[in-house]
């Protein structure tokens, strides 16, 4: 009986263990920030390394639009790729437990997006369709912006 008992509370500190710690992983590393968005705190090289995949997606977006303009879709395909869930592979596994669950789904949603305007350009071969997805993709980087933060913490 006192064994019992002594593995029913071990079971409670046990689940409460992994609740905090599924809490700490769909949370992730964040603080109120005083523009009114939420700080996701990072060390330096991982905000470093975010902000240059951010430049990267800015760049793939000037080119998508700029190959849909010259109907250049094979073009389209190999720079829409680029910015896919292929990228994915490079980002740096601690982000995963700073990165705010929603965050990440915003961030996923992104790469389909990318994903679906490189397979549309191969398929479709319409350059109106491709303005019309990046435009619609783009919703997510300004959604994503006007929520979150980067912010430097050792
Ligand atoms: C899941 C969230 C998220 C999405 C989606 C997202 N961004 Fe960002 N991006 C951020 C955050 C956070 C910052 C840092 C903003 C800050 O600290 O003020 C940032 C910064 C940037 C910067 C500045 C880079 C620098 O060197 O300072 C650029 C450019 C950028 N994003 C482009 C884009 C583009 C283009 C898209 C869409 C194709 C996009 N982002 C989608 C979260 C996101």
Known sequence: ????????????????????????????????????????????????????????????????????????FAEVNRVATISGMAAEANTPGSLFRKIPVEMKALGFDTRKKFDAIAADAAKLKDSKHTVAQVSMTMNNCIACHATYRFVEKQ
Not at 13 to 26: D, P
Not at 33 to 40: E, H, I, L, N, P
Request: charged content about 20%.
């Open 1 to 72: 009986m006192k064994n019992c008992k002594l593995s029913w509370t071990l079971v409670v500190v046990l689940a409460l263990i992994v609740a905090a710690l599924g809490y700490k992983f769909t949370a992730g590393e964040v603080e109120k920030s005083d523009d009114g968005r939420v700080a996701v705190l990072l060390t330096k090289d991982e905000r470093n390394a975010l902000l240059q995949e951010m430049r990267t997606w800015l760049q793939n977006t000037q080119a998508v639009l700029a190959a849909a303009s010259a109907q250049d």
